[in-house]
Each structure stands twice: as structure tokens, then as C-alpha cells.
């Protein structure tokens, strides 16, 4: 381990080829660190050669100069990392490179192994040293800062207005409950925390929080990153989630998301960013919280439930005698998550429709291609696409997948 990190040209292919997904890894010296510790020098120069869609072994022999017999075990070994994702499809083996955010570096603190030789102490904090460092400027801007978000919020859908309805995209029970495959797995969020020696202060749990859905949930169970729940199970946990005023957070996808995190605002990642000031980090719900300062007494009890701590004294009463003080919520930062309501012993929290909500982009292929297209991005992903389906279409002996 690290015997990539003072090695220039071993890490910068690898770099550079993760640097072509939607959200890619700003280039430095805890990166390099990262990766070193993660990729053995076979598995960067492998994992540098990958196209940009899922390939055979096959292709993937083609791309490294690697004969089958000695690749085999080195993506096994990346698969059994979380490094790689391996799918079967129509009788073949399909080897997909996956993104260090969301993807390894979120694997990584996704199971506890015994046998692990990975120091997870200078992981958690190279990690966490590295979506902070250099500010806006840095890695939180690469996740942050597009217009098109990666993951949108979900209400709490026993809050929302009579006169209100949510579609089954904006509802995580729907979600949950359409979903083909469902498991559950650690918060990596809180994993990480835990070996920096800090824990969550809502008192959320760190095991069988955090669920993954579908075909990535298959991959990460059989790898040993998640264990495969039941939909019973899955609904109290979501309601366990609900009653520490956990924010739900899943793709910002109509159809077929990934996951369904539940987020506090001391842990998770996600939330730390809007928290730094990426305020549009989070695609919102269709809703805002709104406070009724009539019957506000200023007792600060929503204060810390807030996971993006948007709630604070309304303005110009700073300087006004307590009891003639209420509290206000900044719309501009609000999620619309409603995990606010339940801690107001007064009632005088409400939701109220969000003016002008977005509507997320159809499946994960849209939501990409149009966070790749904002980027810059886009034409490398077509040009893949296009070569694949030309090459796969000259050799009968391969199928698309």
C-alpha cells in the first residue's frame, strides 16, 4: 500500500480516465494517497485502460495487452474491492470501472471485514481531508456545482399539504416499494466518522441504515457491501430513519434509483456540501418549510434537526427582547425534507409548495448525459458508445450489453 503515491505516471492515466465521468476527482496529493492505497500498480494500469462503458474480458484483453488468464484475477480482485462492478448479462461477464464519487471511495467504508488490510483510520481521514480542501475550488465544486444535481432530497410524505400530492418518484416508500432487488448496507458517512473517533449525534446507527436498490444492490451483496432485506424490513427502517429526523436522499432520477440514504447533518457528506454553501447541491423537493411566527416562541428546538442547518433567528430581530424573537427558514438552502416538523412543540413549522420545482431528469443515462454536457464532457462518452456498438456489431462473437 502507497506505492503509487509518489509515482506521477502510474496514477495520472488512472486519474485522468476517472476524471471522463460526470463527476470526476480534482488531481492531488490526498487523491494521489487514495488511490494509491486502494489500487495495486496492476489494478491502476487495468483500471486506466477501461473504456467508458462496460466491457468483456474480452475487450478488456484487447485494451490492456493482458492475455485472459492473467487479467481474470486481477478483476476479480478489483470486483472484490468495490473497484469494478462485474455483471452477468445474456451468458457474459460484463467489467464496468466505477466512479470514485458516488462509487469506491464510498464502497470502501461500506462493509467491515476483519481480514481487511486497508489502514481505514488514514483513509477516513485523507477522505475526509479531501471533499474539504481547497474550498470551492476543489472536489466540492467537481460534486456540487453543476446545474444538474446528482441526488435530490425526498419529503416526508405524512407532511405534505392536504391540498398537495407527490408523485411516486418523490415518495421513498414508492420508491421502496417498486424497486426489483432491495438491500441494506453501513452509512458509509458514519463509517468513516466512527475512525476519526466521532459519531452521529442524532444517535443514528451506522449498521442497516442506508439501502441500495436494483441491479447495484445485486453487485454490492454478492461482493459482501450490503445484505439483501426484505420490504417489511426496509419500511421500518425507513420509519426508523423518520423518527431521528434523518433526510431521505436518493438519485435525482424518475425512474430506477440506486439508493436511498438517510442523511443527518454531522455525518453525511451530502449534506456537509450545502452546509459549505452549495446551497443547489441537493436537487430540493416540490416543497419548503415554513414557520408561523405567530406561534413560534423562539425555543430553538429546530435548530439542530435541521441537516442543513437553514434555520435561525428571522432577520432584523437580532437586536429585539427574546420573547419577541421567531425563528425563520432560508428558502434558498431549505431541501423541503420535513425533517424539521416533528421537533417543533408548538406546531408552527409547516410545508408549503415549493414556487417553480424542478423535475429530475427521466434515468440515470439523462441525468448524466446532461451533467457530462454541462461540463464539457459529453462527445468522449458518445464517441465510446458509437466505437463499442461498431466493433461488437463486426464481431458476431460479442454482444451488446
Same mark, same amino acid.
Given at each position: 500500500m502507497g506505492h503509487l503515491a509518489g509515482s506521477k505516471s502510474s496514477l495520472i492515466p488512472l486519474i @485522468? /480516465? =476517472?476524471?471522463q465521468y460526470p463527476i470526476g476527482l480534482v488531481d492531488n496529493a490526498h487523491l494521489r494517497e487514495i488511490l494509491s492505497i486502494l489500487f495495486s500498480p496492476e489494478e491502476a494500469r487495468v483500471g486506466a485502460a477501461f473504456p467508458l462503458h462496460e466491457a468483456t474480458l474480452e475487450e478488456l484483453v484487447e485494451r490492456t495487452g493482458t492475455p485472459a488468464e492473467a487479467l481474470a484475477p486481477v478483476l476479480e480482485s478489483m470486483a472484490d474491492k468495490g473497484l469494478v462492478m462485474d455483471m452477468d448479462y445474456a451468458g457474459h461477464t460484463y467489467y464496468l470501472l466505477v466512479p470514485g464519487l458516488i462509487g469506491f471511495m464510498e464502497f470502501t467504508f461500506m462493509r467491515r471485514r476483519a481480514d481487511t488490510e486497508l489502514p481505514l483510520e488514514r483513509l477516513a481521514q485523507l477522505m475526509s481531508e479531501y471533499l474539504r480542501e481547497q474550498g470551492r475550488g476543489g472536489q466540492p465544486t467537481e460534486f456540487f456545482g453543476s446545474p444538474t444535481q446528482l441526488t435530490r432530497a425526498l419529503v416526508y410524505d405524512e407532511h405534505v399539504p392536504v391540498n398537495s400530492r407527490i408523485t411516486?418518484?418523490?415518495d421513498a416508500r414508492a420508491i421502496l416499494e417498486q424497486a426489483d432487488y432491495l438491500a441494506v448496507t453501513l452509512c458509509y458517512c458514519r463509517h468513516k466518522k466512527e475512525h476519526l473517533g466521532e459519531h452521529c449525534r442524532k444517535g443514528a446507527p451506522v449498521e442497516d441504515i442506508c439501502m441500495v436498490l436494483g441491479e447495484g444492490a445485486r453487485f454490492l451483496v454478492r461482493r459482501g457491501f450490503a445484505r439483501e432485506c426484505d420490504l417489511p424490513t426496509m419500511l421500518e427502517k425507513l420509519e426508523l430513519a423518520r423518527s431521528l429526523g434523518l433526510t431521505h436522499v436518493t438519485d435525482n432520477v424518475r425512474e430506477q434509483p440506486s439508493f436511498l440514504c438517510n442523511c443527518c447533518r454531522c455525518c453525511c457528506e451530502l449534506m456537509a456540501g450545502v452546509q459549505m454553501g452549495f446551497? @443547489?447541491?441537493?436537487?430540493?423537493t416540490p416543497f419548503l418549510a415554513e414557520i408561523d411566527p405567530e406561534r413560534c416562541d423562539y425555543c430553538g428546538a429546530c435548530f439542530p434537526v435541521c441537516n442543513v442547518k437553514c434555520i435561525g433567528l428571522a432577520e432584523g430581530l437580532r437586536g429585539v427582547a427574546r420573547a419577541q424573537r421567531y425563528a425563520a427558514i432560508d428558502p434558498a438552502v431549505c431541501l423541503g425534507c420535513a425533517a424539521c416538523l416533528d421537533a417543533c412543540p408548538q406546531g408552527a413549522i409547516t410545508l408549503v409548495a415549493r414556487p417553480d420545482p424542478a423535475t429530475p431528469p427521466r434515468d440515470k443515462g439523462r441525468m448524466f448525459a446532461r451533467i457530462l454536457w454541462e461540463k464539457? /464532457? =459529453?462527445?468522449?462518452f458518445v464517441r465510446d458508445r458509437v466505437g463499442l456498438g461498431v $466493433? /461488437? =456489431?463486426l464481431d458476431p462473437? /460479442? $454482444?451488446s450489453g
Open positions: @485522468d /480516465r =476517472l476524471n411516486s418518484y418523490e446551497s @443547489d447541491g441537493i436537487a430540493k464539457g /464532457r =459529453l462527445w468522449p $466493433r /461488437r =456489431l462473437g /460479442r $454482444r
